[in-house]
Structures are given as structure tokens and as C-alpha cells.
């Protein structure tokens, strides 16, 4: 008999742990009698009862796992570390909110047992904030331009992974993983499935913007050199511009040196200009520079405090 493992992240989850539990457990009761599995809560230190939660679960559920990090290490690291740690001939990834259905990891298996090493699942459609998903397609759209692999348009995780690829992923010596950027460059070849996104059913979200802008900076300094070249260019555009203002404005101010003033206008905007310019890029230049610190350092994805059914 097979194993499917599931592992599903948590931070701060007090209302969706039992959820996400009871969900995913039908699934394999009702549908995928045939196979064993086993659910894997990995929590990011949430600050809630989402631990309490799980450990209840954990206490009356052999067949529920359940990690809980010394500390939170990010969403992207707790995610990834959590897959390598599944023991499943696949492994299901999908996230305590529920915006997933659960009902597509059928499909998943169905197509995995037909030989695909990955199924993904894709979002045609979002009943989220309309906004966000907006500028989410945006990003997709402006990173898929850039970046020098193949970048997986609305896809979050969600999907299924072969124990081959989770394999892959366990030798990787990479301390800031980027899942969407690995499975598009280093994944088997994959089959993908389209879903209408829901809406969270209980809490609030826990990505805020400056967590949204870190996993998107980390896509970008991962797999795309083309914002830095960009930046060369036009830091070479504006330097050729700036030297043929310099000597046209010296050759008229020496032909007409009484009638022609050089002005604080002129010098202003120009050194606004460039100034802006210089600004921008030496913060994308930054984020390039953290990304290669970080893993230079070569620090480990997280540092575990307990684990529980192991």
C-alpha cells in the first residue's frame, strides 16, 4: 500500500488547524480508502493555540505528525523544510487556510498515478481581494520577462511531488529556497490543474505587504540578472546623456558667456535625476547583496523545538 504524505504549514491558525485536519482526512476516507497517509503540521512559532491545537489533534491521531520551529524562519524556509521531511511515496503541500481545495488532491493522485512526477495546481480564478490579485498577476507576468527559468504563472505550492523530486529538493544546500523558481527549474515534467481560489473561511491572512515584497524580491534575486543589466544600461544611457548636456552647455556658455545663464534649474533636475536613478538601483543592488549573504552564510532552514508521532 502507497503512502501519500500532506504537509500543511501553519502560523497563527488558531481557526483553520481543526479545518484543514478534518478536510484533508475525508479526503482519504471517502476517496483514497487505498492508500496510508500521513499529515504533517509544520508550525512557524505561532503565537495563538494553534500548537495546542495540534498537539490535541497529534494526541488522538497517530497518523498526524506535527513539527514546531524553536523560532519563525520564514514562510518560504518552514515550507520547504517541511516537504523534506515527509516520508510518502508523494508528498500533497497545501496551506491551513483553505483557500485550496482539498478535494483536487484526488485529482493530483489520480494524475500521479499515471506517471506525472508533479501536479500542480493553477488559479484561473480568485475570490480573494481583488487588488491583490491583481498586482499578484502583475508580478507573475513581470517576473516570467525576467527571469532566466521557467516561472510557474499563479502557482503558490499547492500541488503534489513525487518522492523523487522531494529527493532533489533534500539535496539542495539552498538556506533561501524558492519553490516556485525550483519546481519550474529542476522538477520533472509536470501536470497542471486549474482551480477557482476561495476565500479564507475563518481569521485574517498572516502575509502582509513587507512579507508579500520579501518573497517576491527573493523570486526576483533568485532567478533574474536582467534588473541588474537593466541598471547597467541605463546607468550608461545616463551617463552618455549627461556628458552631451555638459559640453553643449559649456560650448554655449563660452560662445555666449554673457548672454547665456547656466541656471540652478538645469543643475537641479539633473542631479535630482540621476540621484533617483543611483537610488533605485543600488537598493535593488541590496537585495541582491542580502540574498548572497544569506547564503553564503550557510545557516540551516530551521531549528526544530519538538516533534510529535515521528
Not at 45 to 72: G, H, L, P, Q
Not at 117 to 145: L, P, Q, T, W
Request: aromatic share 12%; hydrophobic share 45%.
Amino acid at each position: 500500500m502507497k503512502t501519500i504524505s500532506v504537509v500543511i504549514p501553519t502560523f497563527n491558525e488558531e481557526d483553520n488547524v481543526n479545518l484543514a485536519y478534518k478536510k484533508v482526512k475525508k479526503v482519504f476516507l471517502e476517496q483514497l480508502q487505498e492508500y496510508r497517509y500521513e499529515i504533517i503540521f509544520i508550525d512557524n512559532c505561532s503565537k495563538d493555540s494553534t500548537r495546542e491545537i495540534i498537539n490535541k489533534i497529534c494526541s488522538v491521531d497517530i497518523d498526524v505528525k506535527a513539527i514546531f520551529n524553536a523560532k519563525n524562519f520564514g514562510f518560504s524556509k518552514s515550507t520547504f523544510y517541511g516537504l523534506t521531511q515527509s516520508t510518502g511515496d508523494a508528498t500533497i503541500l497545501i496551506f491551513a487556510d483553505m483557500q485550496d481545495p482539498p478535494q483536487l488532491i484526488c485529482d493530483f493522485v489520480r494524475e500521479w498515478e499515471n506517471g506525472r512526477k508533479i501536479v500542480i495546481g493553477i488559479k484561473n480564478k480568485s475570490k480573494e481581494n481583488k487588488i491583490m490579485y491583481f498586482i499578484r498577476s502583475c508580478y507573475y507576468k513581470m517576473i516570467a520577462k525576467i527571469a532566466e527559468v521557467e516561472h510557474i504563472n499563479q502557482f503558490t505550492g499547492f500541488g503534489l511531488y513525487d518522492k523523487k523530486f522531494i529527493e532533489v529538493l533534500s539535496k539542495l544546500d539552498d538556506p533561501m529556497p524558492y519553490l516556485r523558481g525550483i519546481v519550474g527549474e529542476l522538477g520533472y515534467e509536470r501536470r497542471e490543474i486549474f482551480y477557482e481560489q476561495q476565500k479564507r473561511e475563518y481569521g485574517k491572512s498572516n502575509f502582509s505587504f513587507f512579507k508579500l515584497y520579501d518573497v517576491a524580491m527573493l523570486g526576483i534575486t533568485s532567478y533574474s540578472k536582467v534588473v541588474m543589466r537593466i541598471a547597467t544600461i541605463l546607468g550608461s544611457i545616463a551617463s552618455v546623456i549627461s556628458l552631451l548636456v555638459a559640453l553643449v552647455t559649456i560650448v554655449l556658455k563660452v560662445i555666449y558667456w554673457d548672454k547665456y545663464p547656466v541656471g540652478t534649474a538645469a543643475i537641479l533636475t539633473g542631479i535630482f535625476l540621476i540621484g533617483s536613478i543611483q537610488l533605485f538601483f543600488i537598493g535593488l543592488l541590496g537585495e541582491y547583496i542580502l540574498n548572497i549573504n544569506t547564503r553564503v552564510m550557510k545557516r540551516p532552514l530551521v531549528i526544530e523545538e519538538k516533534r510529535i508521532n515521528f
